[in-house]
Every structure is written in structure tokens, then in C-alpha cells.
């Protein structure tokens, strides 16, 4: 632990009566900020204990933070610098304290995630069978039977997750009225966007990743790209974009309103911009929105279900966990 600007530190271990030592410090501090860095799991227990604590706390991206460690001169990386690094980042960032997750979404992602990782043993396994030895073709086959009764299991579980909460059910029976959305994707939006209806269109456009992102310098105008986001989300959704552009009514005009010379892909981005400038064809009545303060204009549920289906190839995600001020 490092504390700015008086520079105080020390060191304890990640155990109970160690986070219970910290939390007790930190009150007689009183912070205004404390800033911890995702470790892969490894901070749960503090950032739990702090929160319950309520203290104000920002869990951040490990990317962002090494970034700015790079821009400060640091590039060497051991505990008492990082924690220094994390010091002088809450100092000068200033990122929003932002409220835990609900247990119940806690759960969906943590559901979520365990099905990801089978689907990946599950993918590794069936390649390996293709070109398995006699000797163990018998073995690889038992273990892919196996994980996919595990992959049912999880779906069960995430069954009796959402329906157990009127809020999430809710919420999914929206996401699977959109053509082409179905219980993994609907899931997915669920547990890795839970702020869909509570953003502005260029806040969720961030948070998805499909914001356009300016290459400009000095008189060089660079083409618009779009990067970045939730890798989840839009990684669940890629490839089903086709279904449900195709029965809105307001997109075709904005695909033949693009340049013949234009990629596809373009032509699909530039329809989800249009959905979220024009939200009325979606029936914004029928559904919760987030308003847009500066334009009066609002995003629907339904819109953000076909922009998560519009999107550049994966390999261009990286994490984003802030949606405030992007785009």
C-alpha cells in the first residue's frame, strides 16, 4: 500500500486478518480515493472487504495503469513501485468510484465466464480428437462428452440465475425479442453490459466498442476505426449481424446511402449509427432508455442489441471498463 501525498507505505499479507488490518487503517485515514489494481481475481477479497467498508474505491484496468507508468518514466515493475505507480495514477487520473456489482450479476458473470473457459477445453479437446493416436482417442472422446454435460450444467445454472430475479428476466426476455438474439447472446449482454439502458448512444458506442476513433495529425485526416471495448460481448455476438439488420426498416436506406466502394463491415457500422440517432424506429416508448442530455435523443435496449451484433473483427478488442467520457 502506498499513500499520497504524504508517502506513507506498508505491506500485508492477502489473507482475513491481513485485509481486515488494512480496512481498519484506511478508516483512520480517511482517503478520498483508493485505487486497486484487477490481478485476476487475487484483489476480490480486498476490494470486497473495502467496499463493505464503504470506502471509495476504483478497480483499474492494469493496462491503463502500466500505460501511465510508461508516460511517468517508470518502466521497471516490482510491488513497491507499483504500488507508488497506483498512488500517483489515483492522484492524477482521479477515476470515479463506482458501486460493486449486485450479487446477482456477480454470479451471472462468474457463470459466464465458467462457460467461456469450458467452450475453450471443449474447442481444444474436439481438434485434438481429429488427430488423436488410437491409444487415447478413447480418453480424449470421455473427456469432451464429459465437459459438454459440464457446459449443460452451467447453462441450467444460469436458467435458475435469471429467472430467480424478476429484473434480469425481464431484461433478457427484452434482449431475445431483437431477430437473431438468443439465450448466449442474450446472456452475455446481460452479465458483461449491465449498463445498457443507462448510458448516452456515444457512451455505449464506447463501452461495445464500436465508437469510430479518430487517426487525425496535423493536416493528416486518418480513417475512422473502431477498437476497443468489452471483449465478451462483442466477441459473442460476432457473425450475426446479417439477420437482424436485414428485417429493420430503417436500416436499409443507410446502407444504400453508403459509398458502393465502401467494405461491408462499414456499411453495417454506419447502419448501427443510424439506429442509435434514430431510436424512434426501434419503439423507444416500449422500451427502458437512457437519455442523451445534449441531444434530447435516447438509446433503446433493442438498438444496443443490434449495435453488439455490429463490429470489427475481434482481434481488435481490448479491455474498456470505463464507459464515462468516451467517445
Known amino acids: 500500500m502506498a499513500c499520497r501525498p504524504d508517502g506513507v507505505k506498508w505491506t500485508a499479507p492477502n489473507d482475513a486478518e491481513g485485509i481486515a488490518a488494512t480496512v481498519a487503517r484506511l478508516r483512520t485515514m480517511v482517503p478520498s480515493l483508493i485505487v486497486a489494481e484487477a490481478t485476476g481475481g487475487y484483489e476480490r477479497a480486498l476490494v470486497g472487504g473495502l467496499a463493505a467498508a464503504g470506502l471509495p474505491l476504483v478497480v483499474a484496468n492494469p493496462r491503463q495503469v502500466r500505460d501511465f507508468a510508461k508516460a511517468t518514466g517508470q518502466l521497471a515493475k516490482t510491488d513497491r513501485l507499483d504500488a507508488d505507480i497506483l498512488a500517483?495514477?489515483?492522484?492524477?487520473?482521479?477515476?470515479?468510484?463506482?458501486?460493486?456489482?449486485?450479487?446477482?450479476?456477480?454470479?451471472?458473470?462468474?457463470?459466464?465466464?465458467?462457460?467461456?473457459?469450458?467452450?475453450d477445453m471443449l474447442t481444444a479437446e474436439r481438434n485434438r480428437l481429429e488427430h488423436a493416436a488410437p491409444p487415447i482417442r478413447r480418453s480424449v472422446a470421455d473427456h469432451i462428452r464429459w465437459l459438454e454435460r459440464r457446459v449443460a450444467d452451467v447453462d441450467r445454472d444460469?436458467?435458475?440465475?435469471?429467472?430467480?430475479?424478476?429484473?434480469?428476466?425481464?431484461?433478457?426476455?427484452?434482449?431475445?425479442?431483437?431477430?437473431?438474439?438468443?439465450?448466449?447472446?442474450?446472456?452475455?449482454?446481460?452479465?458483461?453490459?449491465?449498463?445498457?439502458?443507462?448510458?448516452?448512444?456515444?457512451?455505449?458506442a464506447a463501452l461495445v466498442g464500436v465508437a469510430p476513433l479518430a487517426r487525425d495529425s496535423g493536416t493528416l485526416r486518418g480513417k475512422r476505426v473502431v477498437w476497443g471495448?468489452?471483449?465478451?460481448?462483442?466477441?459473442?455476438?460476432?457473425?450475426?449481424?446479417?439477420?437482424?439488420?436485414?428485417?429493420?426498416?430503417?436500416?436499409?436506406?443507410?446502407?444504400?446511402?453508403?459509398?458502393?466502394?465502401?467494405?461491408?463491415?462499414?456499411?453495417?457500422t454506419a447502419c448501427m449509427r443510424k439506429r442509435a440517432d434514430d431510436p424512434q424506429r426501434d419503439g423507444?416508448?416500449?422500451?427502458?432508455?437512457?437519455?442523451?442530455?445534449?441531444?434530447?435523443r435516447c438509446l433503446t435496449f433493442k438498438t444496443v442489441a443490434i449495435v453488439q451484433h455490429i463490429r470489427f473483427h475481434p482481434r481488435h478488442l481490448i479491455g474498456v471498463n470505463d464507459p464515462a467520457g468516451l467517445a
Not at 239 to 257: F, L, M
Not at 260 to 268: E, G, I, R, T, Y
Open 284 to 296: 423507444a416508448d416500449q422500451y427502458p432508455v437512457a437519455a442523451n442530455q445534449s441531444t434530447g
Open 158 to 204: 444460469l436458467d435458475h440465475t435469471i429467472e430467480s430475479s424478476p429484473v434480469w428476466r425481464a431484461k433478457e426476455n427484452l434482449m431475445r425479442s431483437v431477430p437473431g438474439v438468443g439465450p448466449v447472446v442474450s446472456r452475455t449482454l446481460v452479465a458483461d453490459v449491465p449498463e445498457l439502458g443507462r448510458l448516452n448512444r456515444k457512451q455505449i
Open 88 to 119: 500517483f495514477f489515483a492522484e492524477r487520473v482521479r477515476p470515479t468510484p463506482r458501486p460493486l456489482p449486485e450479487p446477482v450479476l456477480q454470479q451471472l458473470d462468474a457463470l459466464m465466464t465458467r462457460r467461456r473457459q469450458l467452450l
Open 229 to 268: 471495448g468489452r471483449a465478451p460481448a462483442p466477441c459473442s455476438t460476432w457473425g450475426r449481424s446479417s439477420r437482424p439488420v436485414a428485417t429493420s426498416s430503417s436500416v436499409p436506406s443507410t446502407v444504400a446511402s453508403s459509398r458502393p466502394a465502401s467494405p461491408q463491415k462499414l456499411a453495417l
